[in-house]
Nanobody, 124 residues
Framework: QVQLVDSGGDSVQAGGSLKLSCVGS?????????WGWFRQAPGEEREGVAF???????TYADSVKGRFTISQDSANNTVYLHMNSLKPDDTALYYC?????????????????WGQGTQVTVSS
């Protein structure tokens, strides 16, 4: 059983920064292929934000390029999302997710384990 626990969400002013963390646990966790972050705003679909795979390849959504950075601490099964220059449009519930096989695209249905979500609210 794999468990993801995400944290770090908060309320900040526009232009501020936050760091989200996700810790993975469970016997099968080290077999992950790709993990990263989605977000979902009220009334919107869940969208991919940033991902890193076991080979170190990283992808970002166009809307966060240059502002967000994903990193991982493999020894501690932790992935981080460093968010800078936050905008009100970044307001959403952020979810950590992991996939344990090669996947053709970073869409929610491809991911098998999910965190509980952490709320990020950016005010203008």
């Amino acid at each position: 059983q794999v468990q993801l626990v995400d944290s770090g969400g908060d309320s900040v002013q526009a232009g501020g920064s936050l760091k989200l963390s996700c810790v993975g646990s469970g016997n099968s966790f080290r077999g992950y292929f790709v993990w990263g972050w989605f977000r979902q705003a009220p009334g919107e679909e869940r969208e991919g934000v940033a991902f890193t795979d076991k080979y170190g390849d990283i992808t970002y959504a166009d809307s966060v390029k240059g502002r967000f950075t994903i990193s991982q601490d493999s020894a501690n099964n932790t992935v981080y999302l460093h968010m800078n220059s936050l905008k009100p449009d970044d307001t959403a519930l952020y979810y950590c997710a992991a996939a344990f096989r090669p996947i053709p695209s970073r869409v929610p249905r491809m991911f098998e384990a999910w965190g509980q979500g952490t709320q990020v609210t950016v005010s203008s």
